[in-house]
């Protein structure tokens, strides 16, 4: 399963919320999604990554033979901490790019699982990052977005020279 490369028109959209009907479409991309996450090497990846405007992600911030994936149907942060930190964070959108991020510390994060159980969870450390990363996907934001203009441009100009000696 291809993973899109920013500046793709569909990493821009919001993504539409999951309904019932959507779900055996979901759990059969799930798969492939999670196959084209782990071989990018990731530790995130959103629908609209993969071309799906749909509102779900997945987050598995365990090693190779001690996996922890989540699927995240519907997420939302619903409560955040006024304190943040800054984190460096890369995106398989925007290959080989780095950049600090500030974002809230520590996050409340509420979704749905593939069996449509509601889930809730408060996070902070890595696991916060990447969820507000993944979420930020779904409505059509990218890490870049949270940097300087001036920052912002130059990675973006990076990637496309990149991408073009490809």
């Known amino acids: 399963m291809p993973i899109l490369i920013a500046p793709h028109a569909v990493l821009r959209r919001k993504t539409r ?3 019932p009907e ?3 479409d979901i759990r059969r ?3 492939s999604m999670f196959s084209a996450m782990y071989a990018a090497p990731g ?4 629908a609209p990554q993969v071309g799906l405007g749909l509102r779900f992600a997945l987050v598995d911030l365990g090693e190779e033979d001690a996996r922890e994936p989540i699927v995240m149907i519907n997420p939302e942060v619903i409560a955040e901490t006024e ?3 800054a984190r460096e964070e890369g995106c398989l959108s925007l290959p080989n790019q780095y950049a600090e991020v500030t974002r809230p510390e520590k996050v409340r994060v509420q979704w749905r699982t593939v069996a449509g159980d509601v ?19 779904l409505e059509g934001i990218l890490f870049v977005d949270h940097l300087s203009v001036l920052r912002r441009n130059m990675i ?3 990637l496309a020279k990149e991408q073009k000696r490809k």
Request: charged share 30%.
């Open 17 to 19: 919320e999951v309904k």
């Open 22 to 24: 959507d779900m055996a």
């Open 29 to 31: 991309v799930l798969p």
């Open 43 to 46: 530790i995130g990846l959103a």
């Open 83 to 85: 304190t943040l930190a």
């Open 119 to 137: 889930m809730e969870r408060e996070v902070d450390g890595l696991l916060a990052t990447c969820m507000q990363h993944e979420i930020d996907h």
């Open 156 to 158: 973006l100009r990076r």
